[in-house]
Nanobody, 129 residues
Framework: QVQLVESGGGSVQAGGSLRLSCAAS????????MGWFRQAPGKEREGVATINPGSGIAYYTDSVKGRFTISLDNAKNTVYLQMNSLSPEDTAMYYC??????????????????????WGQGTQVTVSS
C-alpha cells in the first residue's frame, strides 16, 4: 500500500509561483513511478509531469515545459512540483499519483497515462488574471 499526501496549493496571481509537495509512504516498488496530474472543471484529467526515481528522468506535458519542475527528495520520500510563470489555464485540482514501473520504463521515463494505482486527495491551485 502507498499513501500520498499533497500540500502547497493555493491562490496566486498570474505570473506567480507555487510549490506543491507530495509526501509518500509505503513500499518503494509500488511508487517506482511518481507523477503529478491535474483536472480542471469540465475537463479530463491531464498528466502534468512524472519522474522515475530510479533513473531521475522526468517527463513534462508540453504546456508546462520550461515553467514546471518535478523533483524528488529521497530522504524525505517527497515529490515536489515547482510551478513558475503560472497562468489562469493552470487552474485545476492537482493530484499526486504513484504506481510500479513497467519493464519498459526501467532506465527511462515513466509515462503520464492515468493508469496510476495510488492517488492523493488533491490540492487546489487557482491562478487569477
Amino acid at each position: 500500500q502507498v499513501q500520498l499526501v499533497e500540500s502547497g496549493g493555493g491562490s496566486v496571481q498570474a505570473g506567480g509561483s507555487l510549490r506543491l509537495s507530495c509526501a509518500a509512504s509505503g513500499d518503494t516498488y509500488s511508487r517506482a513511478c511518481m507523477g503529478w496530474f491535474r483536472q480542471a472543471p469540465g475537463k479530463e484529467r491531464e498528466g502534468v509531469a512524472t519522474i522515475n526515481p530510479g533513473s531521475g528522468i522526468a517527463y513534462y506535458t508540453d504546456s508546462v515545459k520550461g515553467r514546471f519542475t518535478i523533483s524528488l527528495d529521497n530522504a524525505k520520500n517527497t515529490v515536489y512540483l515547482q510551478m513558475n510563470s503560472l497562468s489562469p489555464e493552470d487552474t485545476a485540482m492537482y493530484y499526486c499519483a504513484a504506481r510500479p514501473k513497467r519493464l519498459s520504463e526501467y532506465g527511462g521515463r515513466c509515462s503520464a497515462g492515468s493508469d496510476y494505482n495510488y492517488w492523493g486527495q488533491g490540492t487546489q491551485v487557482t491562478v487569477s488574471s
